[in-house]
């Protein structure tokens, strides 16, 4: 892991600002980008937000299905699993 050297306080909400150095380099630069939540220890690990397939982890040939998203390899998979 990488310093950044950049520190932020929350605000009376609980909110801070990610800089705009950070948005630029994770190319955060869209309304509709958005960024996914771990926890690890103490620690909380932001990283910009790829669809992924939920089962592994593939991120081309999605197909969404009940608001999660599978790949094509993994769908003829399960097909097949079916027959």
């Known amino acids: 892991m990488k310093a950044t050297g950049i520190v932020r306080k929350f605000?009376?909400?609980g909110r801070f600002v990610?800089?705009?150095?950070l948005r630029k380099k994770?190319?955060?630069t869209s309304q509709d980008?958005?960024?996914e939540i771990?926890?690890?220890?103490?620690?909380i690990i932001l990283?910009?937000?790829e669809p992924s397939c939920i089962f592994c982890g593939e991120m081309e040939e999605?197909?969404?299905?009940k608001d999660k998203k599978v790949c094509k390899k993994c769908v003829e998979k399960?097909?097949?699993?079916a027959e």
């Open 11 to 13: 605000d009376e909400n």
């Open 18 to 21: 990610l800089p705009m150095e």
């Open 26 to 28: 994770l190319r955060l």
């Open 33 to 35: 980008d958005a960024l």
């Open 38 to 43: 771990f926890v690890e220890d103490d620690m």
């Open 47 to 49: 990283r910009k937000y």
């Open 62 to 65: 999605l197909i969404g299905y």
């Open 78 to 81: 399960i097909n097949i699993l």
